[in-house]
T-cell receptor
Framework: EPEVTQTPSHQVTQMGQEVILRCVPISNHLYFYWYRQILGQKVEFLVSFYNNEISEKSEIFDDQFSVERPDGSNFTLKIRSTKLEDSAMYFC??????????FGQGTRLTVV | RKEVEQDPGPFNVPEGATVAFNCTYSNSASQSFFWYRQDCRKEPKLLMSVYSSGNEDGRFTAQLNRASQYISLLIRDSKLSDSATYLCVVLWNYGQNFVFGPGTRLSVLP
């Protein structure tokens, strides 16, 4: 069964450093999303992406964040100058029909 | 303000019990509705879509009341493996954004 894959599964970084979280969406999907979940809190929307551009972004997704689809398979989330409060689980999701979204296993980001 | 609210839980039920979860949403223009389950420290996994006429998948039944902006999930004959957090998810703005409720944790006890 096709699935969304994310790497790395766990990333530890020092405050102020840049991180890139990687995602390979399901191959025939066209709509891509990043979400985050701070431990013990709800899943929060960050950004949606379609046709090589951002469709919508939340207020969390400020200038510190950027997304890119550098080739036909990868979808990345870059976080510049990480802060302690960026520590969370980051989930990538993809959808074929903008109806049902399938999530990757997540990257646990720990900022120290 | 976009909001999805759920029963706060947790729900602790014995095996074989029937349990119901409730969810309300604030945006009347919402177009699609889902239940996801999330195991501890894992990704959300799609459990079922929710259709206006109500729908059933084995032991799981979902209902939608658009007038009341209310969604429900009923689990019959609960199993130990049903223990998880159940997330109500609403799609708005024509597929730009899935909005998650805070989740309701279920523990099925032997």
């Amino acid at each position: 069964e096709p699935e969304v894959t994310q790497t790395p599964s766990h990333q530890v970084t020092q405050m102020g450093q840049e991180v890139i979280l990687r995602c390979v969406p399901i191959s025939n999907h066209l709509y891509f999303y990043w979400y985050r979940q701070i431990l013990g809190q709800k899943v929060e929307f960050l950004v949606s992406f379609y046709n090589n551009e951002i469709s919508e972004k939340s207020e969390i997704f400020d200038d510190q964040f950027s997304v890119e689809r550098p080739d036909g398979s990868n979808f990345t989330l870059k976080i510049r100058s990480t802060k302690l409060e960026d520590s969370a689980m980051y989930f990538c999701a993809s959808s074929a029909d903008r109806e049902r979204a399938f999530f990757g296993q997540g990257t646990r980001l720990t900022v120290v | 303000r976009k909001e999805v609210e759920q029963d706060p839980g947790p729900f602790n039920v014995p095996e074989g019990a029937t349990v119901a979860f409730n969810c309300t949403y604030s945006n009347s223009a919402s177009q699609s509705f889902f239940w996801y389950r999330q195991d501890c420290r894992k990704e959300p996994k799609l459990l079922m879509s929710v259709y206006s006429s109500g729908n059933e998948d084995g032991r799981f039944t979902a209902q939608l009341n658009r007038a009341s902006q209310y969604i429900s999930l009923l689990i019959r004959d609960s199993k130990l493996s049903d223990s998880a957090t159940y997330l109500c998810v609403v799609l708005w703005n024509y597929g730009q954004n899935f909005v998650f409720g805070p989740g309701t944790r279920l523990s099925v006890l032997p």
